[in-house]
């Protein structure tokens, strides 16, 4: 199955550019994966917060496929550690379907028509992060992960 990781609009920081990068690559060596960048609202000005999530959650709904497993990173789902995170990995992994997708939401959160979609819901924290930053978060949780299903030595325990 092809993870993507998806995420509205781009990232500022060069560090966490770099970061993510780093990440994204090494996870190629893994399985077959993509960072997917939605872009921003472009009339976002002067909408509603509840306006501007709905928008970004119509364009996201365009791209998914019936087939596609989403996965919102939402601060309600649940947590993990590393371990039990490389589990449930696992087990989205073997689930029939062509493609997983995690989801990062732009600075409002997410559509209720999200919500509804939506698989399952992982939280990373019980502490609010950018969504820029969470990026970096996630990608390298996601290395994490497969690097403890195949027993390599990059997760200490």
Not at 48 to 68: R, T, V, Y
Not at 139 to 145: D, M, S
């Given at each position: ?37 939605i ?73 209720e ?5 939506a ?5 990373l ?33």
């Amino acid at each position: 199955m092809k993870v993507e990781f998806w995420v509205i609009g781009k990232t500022n920081e060069s560090y966490l550019k770099q970061g993510t990068e780093l990440y994204v690559k090494r996870l190629s060596h893994y399985l077959p994966f993509q960072m997917v960048v939605i872009p921003d609202v472009k009339t976002s000005k002067g909408m509603k917060p509840i306006q501007l999530k709905n928008k970004e959650g119509e364009a996201i709904l365009q791209k998914l496929k019936s087939e596609d497993l989403l996965i919102l990173l939402d601060e309600r789902g649940k947590s993990f550690d590393s371990v039990a995170f490389a589990k449930y990995l696992d087990q989205l992994l073997m689930r029939p379907g062509r493609r997983l997708i995690f989801l990062v939401g732009g600075a409002f959160g997410f559509s209720e028509a999200l919500y509804q979609r939506a698989q399952g819901k992982l939280s990373l924290s019980e502490m609010t992060f950018s969504h820029q930053m969470i990026r970096l978060f996630f990608v390298e949780q996601l290395y994490r992960a497969m690097t403890i299903l195949r027993n390599e030595p990059y997760h200490n325990t």
